[in-house]
């Protein structure tokens, strides 16, 4: 008798649950067909001035390959824009002779997210990821590892926070 009764209450409980699963683990609206993605503008001093650029067009790479969604050029049913406002080097480990052994990339990327279909969802973001790197490298021949490693993570929790519903 138990074993109906726990039986019967489970099924209730999750009747009452409203869960919408995909095979991509996102949470797009199904009436949301487009998607648009404006170039990231450069704010911080020390970026490469095409940093945006390439931002943007991973973060649309990414939705394509994860997503049902189409791409327009302007106006799509999710749209994204933001900018880079911080990209700087800084010491992280330094040595008894106070001399730095390792340094590190930090990224700082704002993100505002309009959803046209579910205008509550809307969001403005602040991502922030980093890299570490050996001090004694120029930095001129690890920055582009650094950045796709950062990236990486950044276009994933910008996907994961507007789309995820995690």
């Known amino acids: ?6 039986g019967i209450s489970i099924l209730l409980l999750m009747s009452s649950c ?3 699963y995909s095979f991509n683990g996102g949470s797009v609206p199904p009436e949301a067909n487009t998607f648009s993605v404006d170039y990231f503008v450069v704010t911080a001093p020390l970026a490469n001035p ?9 973060y649309r790479d990414l ?5 049902r969604l189409k791409l327009t050029s302007s106006d799509g049913d999710l749209h994204y824009e933001g900018e880079i406002t ?3 080097v800084q010491p992280v480990a330094v040595t008894g002779n106070e001399v730095s052994s390792r340094n590190r990339l930090n990224v700082e990327v704002k993100v505002r997210f309009f959803n046209r279909i579910e205008p509550e969802k809307d ?3 602040t991502l922030r990821q980093f890299e570490d790197f050996e ?21 994933q929790d910008m996907y994961d926070q507007t789309l995820g519903d995690w």
């Open 86 to 88: 911080r990209y700087d």
């Open 123 to 125: 969001k403005e973001l």
């Open 63 to 67: 939705l394509l390959s994860q997503s």
């Open 1 to 6: 008798m138990k074993n109906i009764l726990l």
């Open 18 to 20: 409203n869960l919408r």
């Open 135 to 155: 001090a004694s490298a120029d930095f001129s021949s690890v920055e582009s590892d650094l950045v796709t490693a950062i990236n990486t993570k950044i276009l």
């Open 50 to 58: 095409n940093y945006g650029q390439q931002i943007s067009e991973a």
